[in-house]
């Protein structure tokens, strides 16, 4: 099957600094997202990014299909930001979303 | 516009019980998929119902089942639960099979 690869698994951070995560896959993928999951457990898309680049606000997302990989930019980092960032994707004509195993992000105020 | 619940939020359960898990889809939404994420772990799918019908299927032994019922609501049940069990079991639901899906905030299984 196809494999994801999310780099860095953990990142710490100062309060104010930027940061990009990063997703590779091995093969074409679909529908390909990021997901931020508070400590809490909640999990919030942030992008619905299958190519191409969007915004929104601190975040911002580029997703380049041909060379498989996708990447998160978080600018200005707030506390509020701390969690796991996830990006998941379908493969082909599957209907599940296959997951990274994420970044751990700590924001140090 | 609610989005998607889950209830019960958390679980407290002993090996070879049942459980049974609810979701209710964000407004407008008709499919609904099952996730469980272990600690440390992402979420990995269990099934997803559309119409009514299980559809695409992960890799979860038979004592996962489900349910999709005509308001597009959606039950995990899980019959002999083992220790294994133990995780976050995440509801996300989506309109059409392929659409962006959105996620509840879990119900939190912890299996004695």
């Known amino acids: 099957g196809i494999q994801v690869e999310q780099s860095p698994p953990d990142l710490i951070l100062q309060e104010g600094a930027n940061s990009t995560l990063r997703c590779n896959f091995s093969d074409s993928v679909n529908n390909l997202q990021w997901f931020h999951q508070n400590p809490w457990g909640q999990l919030i898309n942030l992008f619905y990014i299958p190519s191409g680049t969007k915004q929104n606000g601190r975040l911002s997302a580029t997703t380049v299909a041909t060379e498989r990989y996708s990447l998160l930019y978080i600018s200005s980092s707030q506390t509020t930001d701390s969690g796991v960032y996830f990006c998941?994707?379908?493969?082909?004509?599957?209907?599940?979303?296959?997951w990274g195993l994420g970044t751990s992000l700590a924001v140090n105020p | 516009d609610a989005g998607v619940t889950q209830s019960p939020t958390h679980l407290i359960k002993t090996r070879g019980q049942q459980v049974t898990l609810r979701c209710s889809p964000k407004?407008?939404?008709?499919?609904v998929s099952w996730y469980q994420q272990a600690l440390g772990q992402g979420p990995q799918f269990i099934f997803q119902y559309y119409e009514e019908e299980e559809r695409q299927r992960g890799n979860f032994p038979d004592r996962f089942s489900g349910h999709q019922f005509p308001n597009y609501s959606s039950e995990l049940n899980v019959n002999a639960l083992l220790l294994g069990d133990s995780a976050l079991y995440l509801c996300?639901?989506?309109?059409?099979?392929?659409?962006?899906?959105?996620f509840g905030a879990g119900t939190r299984l912890s299996v004695l």
């Open positions: 407004s407008g939404h008709d499919t």
């Open positions: 996300a639901s989506s309109l059409a099979v392929r659409s962006i899906q959105y």
């Open positions: 998941a994707f379908d493969a082909g004509n599957n209907r599940k979303l296959i």
